[in-house]
C-alpha cells in the first residue's frame, strides 16, 4: 500500500492485480473512492468482490499496479455475518469495544464505555448491550458491527454483504442508516448481491467480474448487456417508477410467452 497525497480522493487503486497460489482473481483494476462516495460493487460469487475490500482495506498488496490513500485515513470494515463465530463468549458492548483504537490499558476507560453506550444508542441498540451476541437478530448483529467500525471514527467504510441474511425491513433499515452516515460525511463501499434490494437504490455502482466490467449510476450499470457480462446468464431489466428492476431471463413474462 503506498501512501499519497491524492485531492479529494480518500484510496485509489490502479490498474492492480490479485490472486491466490498463481490464481488470477482481480485483473488490471481501477478503482477510486472519493471524499463522500457511496458506492455498491456487484458481482458473483468468485467474482473478486472480497479481494478488492481487501485491498481496499491495505490487508493484501496487489502482485502488479498500486493501492495509494491519502495520508492517514481512518478505514474501518464490517464482515460477512456468515464469517463470525457466534459462540464466542462476549457481549454485544465487549464486540464493539473490540474498535477501539487507543488502547492505553488493557481494559476499557470511562470514556471509551460511555462512547460505546453512545454508539449502540444512535443504532437504536443501546438496551443490548449486555447481551451475548448470539441472542441477536441478524439485522442487529450488522448494526453491532457498524457501531464496533464507528468507534473508529473511519472517514471510510467497508461492508461485505451487509444485508446478506437479514428480512427486507432490516435491509430497509441498513439502507437507511448508511445513507445517513454517508450524509454525515462518512464515505461508503459496501458488496452486494443483492440487484433489486440494494444496489439499484445506491448513487453508484461498479460491476466486477475479475475485472472492473462497468462503473456509474444504477441505470449505466444495470443494463441486459452489463449484467451478462459480469453474471454469465441473460437477464432483463426493467423500468419500474425510474429504477431499473432485474428479472432472471427465464423468469421474465416475455421468455415465458416465447416458450408457452
Known amino acids: 500500500m503506498t501512501v499519497a497525497a491524492a485531492g479529494d480522493a480518500l484510496v485509489?487503486?490502479?490498474?492492480?492485480?490479485?490472486?491466490?497460489?498463481?490464481?488470477?482473481?482481480l485483473t488490471e483494476v481501477d478503482l477510486t473512492v472519493h471524499d463522500r462516495d457511496f458506492i455498491g460493487v456487484v458481482g458473483p460469487s468468485g467474482s473478486g468482490k472480497t479481494s478488492?475490500?481487501?485491498?481496499?482495506?491495505?490487508t493484501e498488496r496487489p502482485q502488479?499496479?498500486?493501492?495509494?490513500?491519502?495520508?492517514?485515513?481512518?478505514?474501518?470494515?464490517?464482515?460477512?455475518?456468515?464469517?463470525?463465530?457466534w459462540n464466542f463468549p462476549v457481549t454485544v458492548a465487549e464486540c464493539v469495544l473490540m474498535g477501539r483504537t487507543r488502547r492505553t490499558l488493557p481494559w476499557p476507560s470511562r470514556a471509551e464505555r460511555t462512547e460505546v453506550a453512545r454508539v449502540l444508542d444512535r443504532l437504536g441498540i443501546g438496551d443490548l448491550g449486555g447481551r451475548h451476541i448470539r441472542e441477536l437478530s441478524g439485522g442487529?448483529?450488522?448494526?453491532?458491527?457498524?457501531?464496533?467500525?464507528?468507534?473508529?471514527?473511519?472517514e471510510l467504510l467497508l461492508m461485505d454483504e451487509?444485508?446478506?441474511?437479514?428480512?427486507?425491513?432490516?435491509?430497509?433499515?441498513?439502507?437507511?442508516?448508511?445513507?445517513?452516515?454517508?450524509?454525515?460525511g462518512v464515505a461508503i463501499l459496501i458488496t452486494t448481491h443483492d440487484l433489486n434490494g440494494?444496489?439499484?437504490?445506491?448513487?453508484?455502482?461498479?460491476?466486477?467480474?475479475?475485472?472492473?466490467?462497468?462503473?456509474?449510476?444504477p441505470?449505466?450499470?444495470?443494463?441486459?448487456?452489463?449484467?451478462?457480462?459480469?453474471?454469465?446468464?441473460?437477464?432483463?431489466?426493467?423500468?419500474?417508477?425510474?429504477?431499473?428492476?432485474?428479472?432472471?431471463?427465464?423468469?421474465s413474462p416475455l421468455h415465458r410467452r416465447d416458450t408457452a
Do not use: C, K
Request: zero cysteines; hydrophobic letters at 45%.
Open 12 to 25: 485509489r487503486i490502479s490498474r492492480a492485480s490479485f490472486g491466490y497460489d498463481g490464481t488470477p482473481v
Open 64 to 85: 502488479r499496479g498500486e493501492v495509494t490513500r491519502r495520508p492517514g485515513l481512518t478505514v474501518a470494515y464490517v464482515p460477512q455475518l456468515e464469517t463470525v463465530n
Open 198 to 217: 440494494v444496489a439499484a437504490h445506491l448513487p453508484q455502482l461498479v460491476a466486477l467480474h475479475g475485472a472492473v466490467i462497468a462503473a456509474g449510476a
Open 52 to 58: 478488492l475490500l481487501r485491498l481496499l482495506l491495505g
Open 140 to 154: 442487529q448483529q450488522q448494526r453491532m458491527f457498524i457501531a464496533r467500525a464507528l468507534l473508529r471514527r473511519p
Open 162 to 184: 451487509p444485508t446478506s441474511g437479514v428480512d427486507v425491513a432490516s435491509r430497509h433499515d441498513m439502507l437507511h442508516l448508511l445513507a445517513e452516515l454517508n450524509d454525515e
Open 219 to 251: 441505470r449505466e450499470v444495470i443494463t441486459p448487456s452489463v449484467l451478462e457480462r459480469t453474471f454469465g446468464a441473460p437477464m432483463e431489466v426493467l423500468q419500474h417508477l425510474g429504477m431499473p428492476v432485474v428479472l432472471d431471463h427465464y423468469d
